[in-house]
């Protein structure tokens, strides 16, 4: 069976098309500049050169039909009929507490969506923009929502709770839901099939670095905390993110520069983190090229970054009382070795025997080991595959 794994942002679409019978990728793809002038679909399929198709899509159903197409067309198209997609999987970024595990999703499943919205205002209408868009075009074919959050409900309150007034959780839903869901399962289970042991008796931490990044405690395979919070604003600093803050610096910058409130929080969101630190930029390539000529603020930001993931490590290591394996993924976890060094040192009173020339000369792609062989802890590289999850989890739904 074809799955088709759908990922709708507000002006953006991503998909992937793959082959259940061997988890391979068939096709795959991005609309960009939706409902915005100069459109545009990259899309990559036979061959596996990538076809540019420039055409109006004024909504997302315009671009899901024109994925459609690119995927039955006669010259780089991989099916000959939509017939051939037997599902389709949406990313949709949160459920509240109402979900804890993917769905097929109906109209019910939509109405709850909807009613969550306002918790992700800039991601979940565009999942449900996604959703309906698809529907629409593929009215018969069977979908199933997979959430972000969903990974993380099995938190206890005392992780998830804020030491906020009680009704801020019960009346308005205030806690922490955390995010990245998919990728820290994913990861969790592949590096506990990669040292051949149970998960239930594994305690890992889960280190997701991108452009967002978050840190996930798993316990026996659930997830117990994680460095997201009620947005993903929360935890370590991120590309453009400021993560863990004083919530009271909030009104003192309102005060001192007359931002607004939503100003203020774009500001945290997009104008902070390792751009923010460095004045440099927000990619870590970006930075560790500057940190060559020297750049100090470049440095600073780096040195920053690691000591709060490393923080985060050995907060986490305290909360399940013990760790047998750091991992590492996502974009940075998996390519940027200087800041795996960077993270990991200083961390032997863990039991961690970091293999600093391992590290230097890992293999791309694929689980890679960092500990040296004897490392009480091991710390692996396990590249992450969310779409994979994705249609993993639609395929068992159907
Ligand atoms: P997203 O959160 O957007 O899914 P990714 O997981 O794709 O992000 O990570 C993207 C980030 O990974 C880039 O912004 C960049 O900082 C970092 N990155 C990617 N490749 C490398 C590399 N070779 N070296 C260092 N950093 C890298």
Redesign the pocket.
């Given at each position: 069976m074809n799955i088709l794994v759908i990922n709708a942002g507000s002006s953006s679409l991503k998909y992937q098309l793959i082959d259940m019978k061997t988890e391979g990728v068939v096709a795959k793809g991005l609309c960009e500049r939706i409902g915005i002038a100069g459109s545009v679909l990259k899309h990559k399929g036979k061959g596996g050169e990538e076809v540019v198709v420039s055409a109006p899509m004024p909504d997302h159903g315009a671009a899901i039909q024109l994925v459609l197409d690119a995927l039955t067309d006669k010259n780089h198209g991989v099916i000959k009929s939509m017939k051939e997609i037997g599902a389709v999987g949406h990313r949709v970024v949160h459920s509240a507490e109402d979900f804890d595990k993917s769905v097929l999703i109906d109209d019910k499943v939509l109405a709850v969506c909807e009613k969550n919205a306002e918790l992700a205002p800039l991601h979940v209408p565009a999942n449900i923009t996604g959703i309906r868009a698809c529907k629409k075009v593929m009215p018969d074919t069977p979908m199933v929502a997979v959430f972000d959050t969903a990974f993380h409900s099995t938190m206890p309150p005392k992780a998830y709770l804020y030491a906020v007034p009680y009704e801020a959780y019960t009346d308005l839903k205030v806690r922490r839901y955390g995010f990245h869901g998919t990728s820290h399962m994913f990861v969790a289970r592949e590096a506990a099939a990669y040292l051949k042991k149970p998960i239930e008796k594994l305690k890992l931490v889960t280190c997701h670095l991108?452009?967002?990044s978050s840190i996930t405690a798993v316990d026996g395979g659930k997830s117990v905390d994680t460095s997201m919070g009620f947005t993903p604003l929360e935890g370590v600093p991120m590309?453009t993110r400021s993560g863990d803050i004083d919530a009271a610096v909030i009104e003192y910058l309102m005060n001192k520069t007359g931002m607004t409130i939503a100003e203020t929080i774009n500001y945290l969101n997009k104008k902070s983190g390792v751009l923010g630190v460095s004045g440099v930029g927000?990619?870590?390539?970006d930075l560790?090229a500057a940190e060559k000529e020297g750049n100090r603020r470049a440095i600073l930001a780096l040195d920053l970054f690691a000591y709060r993931v490393k923080k985060y490590i050995g907060a986490y290591a305290a909360a399940m009382n013990g760790l047998d394996c750091v991992v590492f993924t996502?974009?940075?976890g998996e390519?940027?070795a200087a800041?795996r060094q960077r993270i990991m040192d200083g961390t032997d009173f863990l039991g961690v025997d970091f293999d600093k020339e391992a590290n230097k000369n890992f293999t791309r792609g694929v689980i890679f080991e960092l500990s040296k062989k004897g490392s009480r802890v091991k710390v692996l590289i396990v590249p992450t595959n969310e779409e994979l999850v994705i249609a993993r989890e639609t395929k068992n739904l159907v």
């Open positions: 991108g452009n967002g590309g927000s990619d870590f390539r560790a996502a974009g940075v390519n940027d800041m």
